[in-house]
């Protein structure tokens, strides 16, 4: 058989046009957005790359599913599909919907952390990190050594460090540790996967202390086929197979359908423990909704419980896993540093290679994605010392360990010349990096600062 290319499986039939503002626009409206891309408009934006989360294109199944939507208040049809979906999925015993996952992680750690505690976790995503540290708690990530290296290429650089979880359950004792979280895959850490025999290993751990295990699953199908890829034993085995027993090795998960569900909005938490379920429902009552809907409406659980079953599609992740290295591949070959190997949802530019003329506290990453937004209206986000610094007393920071730009792809949305001038404006900007200069923060809030922070050149 000759080569042929990985083609996107599937046809378009509903399309949402793309503005193409001109330099001029884009240089406004990143002066009105105090040079913080989460301020733009969307309409200013050629190809957004912000986020993979809610931003996909579902399927012509999962809308006509909406249709079937039914919006009881307790007890509706639409529930009992998405219930059942998510039970043979990932084997859980509860299975609590919420309106996204940073919702299913408030419930959760409201009930089981508590101050002074300490949540492990290969690395926190930024709302997690926000929610556990919400409750006086502390998130600690402890990916692998070779994970905080962006060039080691390794076929599971999102595996948690076994030693380092021993260590921290030495160090802070297991009384204080109300559970290990395992991030599927590591989003904040390049969008690396984790292998079974690490889960395992976590697990392992876990038990010697008796500490529950939950995944936080947002991205699971891509992480299984990252497995079915790279571990050896699974190349036979499918997405869901694999699926099945990431989700058996550990206790619960929390989960936002909003990527890997391949919804616009949706989450959920499931878990084994009744009693823990118990307790998080009745904050659900309090705070999202009735346990059968939990803030969504009934055709978006419908939408999640067609998603669910897409994602999982041999053909689907291929292309989608594919799609993204093939941008990795282009930028690369360029001479453009960036987290390898390839991501699952996304490319990581890494920007502390490309400008270290720039320090931490003048933020290279948010340079970078500034200068990508000017260049070709394409709109990244950062991933560093404006997400992650920690400000200090004496008001200096602590730069974060890595100065990223992610580019995440949104599922099913773009087509490969999409891809192709996204590598072109990459690679232009790359080019000129030695003329790029840092920026300050001249605004900003108490936590999750990179939403509305605002920045001026230095
Ligand atoms: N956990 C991980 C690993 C995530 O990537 C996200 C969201 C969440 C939890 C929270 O889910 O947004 O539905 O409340 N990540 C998005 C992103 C926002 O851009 O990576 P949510």
Redesign the pocket.
């Given at each position: 058989m000759p080569h042929r290319s990985i083609i996107e499986p599937f046809k378009i039939k509903s399309v949402q046009s793309i503005d193409l503002p001109t330099v001029e626009e884009r240089e406004e409206a990143l002066q009105g957005a105090g040079y913080n891309l989460f301020g733009l408009h969307a309409d200013a934006v050629i190809i957004d790359l912000l986020?993979?989360?809610g931003t996909g294109a579902m399927s012509a199944r999962q809308w006509a599913g909406m249709m079937l939507g039914d919006e009881s208040y307790a007890g509706g049809r639409s529930f009992f599909k998405f219930e059942s979906t998510v039970k043979d999925i990932t084997g859980y015993a509860e299975v609590i919907p919420t309106h996204?996952?940073?919702?299913a992680?408030r419930i959760l750690f409201a009930n089981a952390v508590k101050e002074g505690d300490v949540v492990p976790s290969n690395t926190h995503?930024d709302?997690?990190r926000a929610n556990v540290e919400y409750q006086g708690a502390e998130a600690r990530d402890i990916v692998i050594e070779e994970g905080r290296d962006p060039a080691i290429v390794l076929p599971f650089k999102g595996n948690l460090d076994i030693s380092a979880l021993q260590a921290t359950i030495a160090d802070v004792g297991a009384d204080r540790i109300p559970m290990v979280m395992v991030?599927v895959t590591n989003?904040s850490g390049g969008g690396q996967p984790v292998s079974i025999a690490n889960l395992r290993a976590v697990r392992e751990v876990c038990d010697e202390h008796g500490l529950p295990m939950i995944l936080?699953a947002?991205r699971f199908a891509e992480n299984a086929w990252f497995i079915k890829l790279r571990e050896e034993g699974y190349a036979d085995k499918t997405p869901r197979e694999i699926a099945r027993e990431m989700f058996s090795i550990a206790d619960g998960c929390?989960m936002?359908a909003?990527?890997d569900g391949l919804a616009n909005i949706g989450?959920f938490l499931a878990l084994n423990d009744p009693d823990l379920a118990g307790k998080c429902r009745n904050l659900l009552i309090l705070t999202e909704g009735f346990p059968t809907y939990g803030g969504l409406a009934g055709y978006d659980l419908e939408a999640i419980a067609v998603g669910l079953e897409e994602v999982l599609d041999e053909n689907y992740l291929r292309y989608r896993i594919r799609s993204t290295e093939y941008l990795a591949e282009k930028v690369y070959a360029a001479g453009v540093p960036i987290v390898r190997p390839a991501g699952g949802h996304a490319v990581y530019l890494d920007a502390k290679a490309l400008l270290p003329h720039i320090p931490p506290d003048q933020y290279p990453a948010q340079a970078l994605a500034v200068e990508l937004y000017r260049n070709g209206g394409v709109r990244g986000?950062e991933i560093g010392s404006v997400m992650f610094g920690k400000l200090q007393p004496d008001g200096s920071e602590t730069p974060a360990p890595m100065e990223l730009v992610r580019l995440?792809i949104p599922r099913r949305t773009y087509t490969q010349s999409h891809i192709d001038f996204v590598a072109e404006v990459v690679i232009d900007v790359a080019m000129g990096a030695a003329d790029m200069g840092g920026y300050r923060i001249v605004e900003q809030a108490p936590w999750l600062r990179h939403f509305t922070a605002r920045f001026e050149p230095v």
């Amino acid at each position: 058989m000759p080569h042929r290319s990985i083609i996107e499986p599937f046809k378009i039939k509903s399309v949402q046009s793309i503005d193409l503002p001109t330099v001029e626009e884009r240089e406004e409206a990143l002066q009105g957005a105090g040079y913080n891309l989460f301020g733009l408009h969307a309409d200013a934006v050629i190809i957004d790359l912000l986020t993979d989360s809610g931003t996909g294109a579902m399927s012509a199944r999962q809308w006509a599913g909406m249709m079937l939507g039914d919006e009881s208040y307790a007890g509706g049809r639409s529930f009992f599909k998405f219930e059942s979906t998510v039970k043979d999925i990932t084997g859980y015993a509860e299975v609590i919907p919420t309106h996204q996952g940073r919702a299913a992680e408030r419930i959760l750690f409201a009930n089981a952390v508590k101050e002074g505690d300490v949540v492990p976790s290969n690395t926190h995503f930024d709302t997690t990190r926000a929610n556990v540290e919400y409750q006086g708690a502390e998130a600690r990530d402890i990916v692998i050594e070779e994970g905080r290296d962006p060039a080691i290429v390794l076929p599971f650089k999102g595996n948690l460090d076994i030693s380092a979880l021993q260590a921290t359950i030495a160090d802070v004792g297991a009384d204080r540790i109300p559970m290990v979280m395992v991030t599927v895959t590591n989003n904040s850490g390049g969008g690396q996967p984790v292998s079974i025999a690490n889960l395992r290993a976590v697990r392992e751990v876990c038990d010697e202390h008796g500490l529950p295990m939950i995944l936080d699953a947002c991205r699971f199908a891509e992480n299984a086929w990252f497995i079915k890829l790279r571990e050896e034993g699974y190349a036979d085995k499918t997405p869901r197979e694999i699926a099945r027993e990431m989700f058996s090795i550990a206790d619960g998960c929390t989960m936002s359908a909003k990527k890997d569900g391949l919804a616009n909005i949706g989450g959920f938490l499931a878990l084994n423990d009744p009693d823990l379920a118990g307790k998080c429902r009745n904050l659900l009552i309090l705070t999202e909704g009735f346990p059968t809907y939990g803030g969504l409406a009934g055709y978006d659980l419908e939408a999640i419980a067609v998603g669910l079953e897409e994602v999982l599609d041999e053909n689907y992740l291929r292309y989608r896993i594919r799609s993204t290295e093939y941008l990795a591949e282009k930028v690369y070959a360029a001479g453009v540093p960036i987290v390898r190997p390839a991501g699952g949802h996304a490319v990581y530019l890494d920007a502390k290679a490309l400008l270290p003329h720039i320090p931490p506290d003048q933020y290279p990453a948010q340079a970078l994605a500034v200068e990508l937004y000017r260049n070709g209206g394409v709109r990244g986000v950062e991933i560093g010392s404006v997400m992650f610094g920690k400000l200090q007393p004496d008001g200096s920071e602590t730069p974060a360990p890595m100065e990223l730009v992610r580019l995440a792809i949104p599922r099913r949305t773009y087509t490969q010349s999409h891809i192709d001038f996204v590598a072109e404006v990459v690679i232009d900007v790359a080019m000129g990096a030695a003329d790029m200069g840092g920026y300050r923060i001249v605004e900003q809030a108490p936590w999750l600062r990179h939403f509305t922070a605002r920045f001026e050149p230095v």
